[in-house]
């Protein structure tokens, strides 16, 4: 089974709300998450990255976190705009393996 | 400074046919992953290459699927006798090294969308 998921396959705000998406992961030795954003027609784009050692970073508008407590990582966007409709994925890696794990995403959805 | 660059773009086969698919990696970048993606789904690891060798093929399927990466030129996703179940989306991905520590991000190109009638 995949390693990574998410909470929630969609997420509906309106433009101006912070936006809140979430994904669990299973493997414990996974110690480097990144979050990508896939428009659609388009091939995934950087987002943040974390590397395990770090419980937060904050990038423009967005912030990644990552509890490892719980195995769980969230993507925060603040002011979100209609721009940022698209698919987000969180995807893992570890020193041992050679690819990222990607999970199966959270479409947002921004109306005006 | 071009990302990186999948042709065909759109690929329409008929079952029993061939589709090859190729991306060149950003320049300076040695380090080619391939993904599929089908519709409403994540993207799913196939295939880890370097120039000339292939490192990690664990999610390739085990028949008519082939990869490779040659010393020149792009490197090449091949499906033998396609079937509609191989309809997808297929990325590459390319970094300078390899790509699972945090300095390697790996960039995706826009993907190659094949369809098998």
């Known amino acids: 089974g995949e390693s990574v998921g998410l909470h929630l396959p969609t997420l509906s705000v309106q433009e101006g709300d912070n936006s809140i998406i979430n994904c669990a992961y299973s493997?414990?030795?996974?110690?480097?998450f990144i979050w990508y954003k896939q428009e659609s027609g388009k091939g995934p784009q950087f987002i943040i990255d974390?590397?395990?050692?770090?419980d937060k970073r904050q990038g423009q508008r967005v912030t990644v976190l990552l509890n490892k407590t719980v195995k769980h990582l969230s993507l925060q966007i603040a002011a979100t705009q209609p721009g940022d409709s698209a698919v987000y994925f969180c995807?893992?890696?570890?020193?041992?393996?050679?690819?990222?794990?990607f999970g199966k995403g959270t479409t947002l959805s921004v109306s005006s | 400074n071009a990302g990186v660059m999948q042709n065909p773009r759109h690929l329409v086969r008929r079952r029993g046919q061939e589709a090859r698919l190729r991306c060149s990696p950003m320049?300076?970048?040695?380090?080619v992953y391939w993904y599929r993606q089908l519709p409403e789904e994540g993207l799913k690891f196939m295939v880890y290459?370097?120039?000339?060798?292939?490192?990690?093929e664990s999610g390739m399927p085990k028949e008519r699927f082939s990869a490779e990466f040659p010393k020149e030129g792009p490197s090449i996703l091949r499906i033998q006798q396609v079937v509609r179940g191989d309809s997808a989306a297929y990325f590459c991905?390319?970094?300078?090294?390899?790509?699972?520590?945090?300095?390697?991000?790996?960039?995706f190109g826009a993907g190659s969308r094949l369809t098998v009638l």
């Open positions: 991905a390319s970094s300078p090294k390899q790509g699972n520590s945090g300095a390697n991000v790996l960039t």
């Open positions: 493997n414990s030795a996974s110690d480097y």
């Open positions: 974390i590397r395990s050692n770090m």
């Open positions: 995807a893992e890696a570890s020193q041992a393996g050679t690819a990222l794990i």
């Open positions: 320049k300076g970048h040695s380090h």
């Open positions: 290459l370097q120039k000339e060798n292939i490192i990690d």
